[in-house]
């Protein structure tokens, strides 16, 4: 499964990342490579638990689409 990652950075230029179709999951590095990674790793384990536990894990369902401003 691969899931939407959405990646933002903050005022202080650290990064924060989630996915939205697994509600929890997050993580937050001071680099947008560090960040990439602690999500990667964020992912699995929360899928881990998820099944570990016996809750379904969601599918993937968000999209992206990209809109340039004039």
Known sequence: MEYVVVVERAGDGSFSAYVPDLPGCVAS???ADEVRAMI???VALHVESLRSHGEPVPQPRTTTHTVRAA
């Open 29 to 31: 590095g001071d680099t």
């Open 40 to 42: 990667e790793e964020a």
